[in-house]
């Protein structure tokens, strides 16, 4: 089946503590990308990738770090989380940039 | 910076209505515009617009772009209960940047 999968699904942890979430497809895409979606803001775009070894900032890039070694994963590191960065996390990859991207189920992080 | 704002932010409708869901949008170098459903989980695409004034359609949703007033409407007719989500607007420019609204929360009352 055709999916992005994301893990974990859920994290509590506290600040400080470094944390990875993964983030892999299996349709051979070429654009991936990370969002984070809080309430009033909608989605914002963290990071982006058009290739692999090829990596971008988004909107939101502060206190992330992403890397893409491999075309099927992306993964969203936070070095030192902080209590801003609670949110919910989705990962999306698409064919190239400009076509329509499929997303995992979101991660859903609190960071206390 | 890019922006896409959406109107109205939330509706209530009941079951039968007709809703338009608007976006606007200001973009360096527009590629495209998209519209995804958002229920309790992740979003889930419904149209990609690129041409102007060319109407996409998929069951009751119907969705076209305006290039020159920089707007897109997303129509839904007959709304149903499973129609009620939020509704979000994103478009892509020439820096591969995805810029999304705020979404638009629908509510359908039967």
């Known amino acids: 089946e055709a999916q992005v999968t994301q893990n974990p699904r859920y994290l509590i942890t506290v600040t400080g503590k470094k944390l990875t979430v993964t983030c892999s497809q299996n349709?051979?895409?070429?654009?991936m990308s990370w969002y984070r979606q809080d309430p009033g803001l909608g989605l914002r775009q963290i990071y982006y990738?058009?290739?692999?070894?090829?990596?971008d900032k988004g909107d939101v890039p502060e206190g992330y770090k992403v890397s893409r070694k491999e075309k099927r994963n992306f993964p969203l590191i936070l070095e030192s989380p902080s209590p801003n960065q609670t949110s919910l996390y989705f990962c999306?990859?698409?064919?190239?940039?400009?076509?329509?991207?499929?997303f995992g189920p979101g991660t859903r992080l609190t960071v206390t | 910076e890019d922006k896409v704002v959406q109107s109205p932010l939330s509706l209530v409708v009941h079951e039968g209505d007709t809703v338009t869901l608007n976006c606007s949008y200001e973009v360096t170098n527009f590629r495209s515009l998209l519209w995804y459903k958002q229920e309790k989980k992740a979003p889930t695409f419904l149209f990609m617009l690129?041409?102007?004034?060319i109407e996409k359609k998929s069951g009751r949703l119907s969705s076209i772009l305006d290039k020159k007033e920089l707007f897109s409407i997303l129509n839904i007719t007959a709304t149903q209960t499973g129609d009620s989500a939020i509704y979000l607007c994103?478009?892509?420019?020439?820096?591969?940047?995805?810029?999304f609204g705020k979404g638009i929360t629908l509510s359908v009352r039967p």
């Open positions: 999306a990859s698409s064919l190239y940039q400009r076509t329509e991207q499929y």
């Open positions: 994103a478009t892509t420019g020439a820096n591969s940047k995805l810029t």
């Open positions: 690129t041409s102007s004034g």
């Open positions: 349709m051979n895409h070429e654009y």
């Open positions: 990738s058009m290739n692999v070894e090829v990596t």
